[in-house]
């Protein structure tokens, strides 16, 4: 139980030592490396966390529960882009496609054109600011369907990347709790977050 979750949010250590009462404790404790594996255990039983078996989850699973918080939002919204393809690859205005891309980035279109098989039948927005508010928010929902669909272990440790349980993401769309780990699992498996 030496080793610790990556990229922990510090508010779910600085649960671990509600009781102590001493402000700042938790972050003057994770900056020595003599008490790492002392934390790591307390991190364990509060949690319940398990240890992670190599073999335990997808490799694609493996190298996007190692990515940061921030890093895991930014991945969402290329999901949500991916999810919305259809809509991306209709349009064949030249300022639209331009202002997609300056939003989206040119990557975004490509996510769009090398994945639309993955994408789902949604209506059409009504222009680009609510394009780009549905996309961040349908990439957030792919982000929680992946945390759903890992297993228990992997989930447990992915979601300490939030500062509590009502900050992970979640979603009830049956479509998205379909395709979102297959969306996230395919850019993993395209973009080098391989393990």
Known sequence: MSDM???LHPDRMAVCFRSAGVAGLPEKLTSEPRFAARLAGVLHRH???A???ERGGAQEDQALAGLSREELEGLS????VILRAREFLQEIRGPVLAALAERFGA???EDARRHVGLAVDRPKTMDLDALEATVKLEGEACLAAWIAALPLPLSRRVRLKWPND???PVTQDVAILERGPLILRRLASNTGHNA
């Open 5 to 7: 979750p990556s990229h």
């Open 51 to 53: 240890e992670i078996d």
């Open 166 to 168: 009502h900050a992970v």
């Open 47 to 49: 949690y319940d966390l």
């Open 107 to 109: 990557d975004g279109l």
């Open 77 to 80: 919204v290329r999901a949500g």
